[in-house]
């Protein structure tokens, strides 16, 4: 089944071209000109991925992306014009997957689009016959049918939370998560003062996944932000 792709654009030229491009490889797309109608699209669902811009009428994607990522584990590329890397900061730490600086070659752009949504198939187990697959990430390996994690190919025993923190991470990797966005995926509720909690949470899954949980590597601590996940090699 073709992958259907949101084009969140107000620049109509910019959003045909990119649309040209996506059909001539087999997507299919749906435009929306402004934040706040491209927010109800992507929550009325039927996307694989959402292609967001920043600067927007009504709405910015900053934003949208915010919003959206309180609902919803819909992979988000963001397409910027902006080049401090406070804002690409910002974008990632609001939950987009990844950014695209305009101008930017649309060949490179579908190339990233159908790698994220490679990898959002594999850690959703959508590919097919997942639920015998075990994901390698680095040294640890994850079935999530069977909510088994290896690392170096030793049985590693997760509580049900950190497995699904560990998910989340992997999931999500190089995306910055706030303490209370954690408490939120994790718990289902609003944050009331228990980053502490979290932070627990961390603390043991680096434990049992880390070569030095003192000196973690995998789940890195981003000063004033939050965790961010690194990708094993
Ligand atoms: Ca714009």
Not at 30 to 46: K, Y
Not at 57 to 62: A, V, W
Not at 86 to 115: H, M, N, Q, W
Not at 208 to 216: A, G
Request: aromatic residues 8%; glycine residues 8%.
């Amino acid at each position: 089944m073709a992958k259907r792709i949101l084009i969140v654009e107000d620049e109509e030229q910019l959003s045909s071209l990119v649309a040209d491009y996506l059909h001539a490889d087999g997507f299919e797309t749906e435009i929306r000109a402004d934040g706040r109608s491209g927010l109800e699209a992507a929550l009325a669902g039927g996307f694989d991925l959402v292609l967001l811009d920043v600067m927007l009428p009504l709405m910015d994607g900053f934003e949208v992306c915010r919003a959206l990522r309180a609902e919803s584990d819909l992979p988000v590329l963001m397409l910027t014009a902006l080049r401090e890397d406070g804002d690409k900061i910002r974008a990632l730490g609001l939950g987009a997957d990844d950014y695209v600086t305009k101008p930017f070659s649309p060949a490179e752009l579908v190339a990233r689009i159908r790698s994220h949504l490679a990898r959002y198939d594999r850690l959703t187990g959508r590919a097919e016959g997942a639920s015998e697959r075990w994901v390698r990430d680095g040294e640890l390996e994850v079935n999530q049918a069977s909510r088994r994690v290896r690392r170096d190919g030793s049985e590693v025993a997760l509580t049900a939370k950190e497995f699904e923190l560990l998910l989340l991470f992997m999931r999500n990797a190089d995306r910055v998560f706030a303490k209370d966005e954690i408490y939120e995926r994790l718990w289902g509720e609003e944050h009331y003062g228990e980053s502490s909690t979290v932070a627990v949470h961390i603390r043991r899954l680096r434990e049992k996944i880390e070569d030095d949980p003192s000196n973690p590597r995998r789940i890195e601590t981003v000063w004033g932000m939050g965790y961010r996940w690194k990708a094993g090699l």
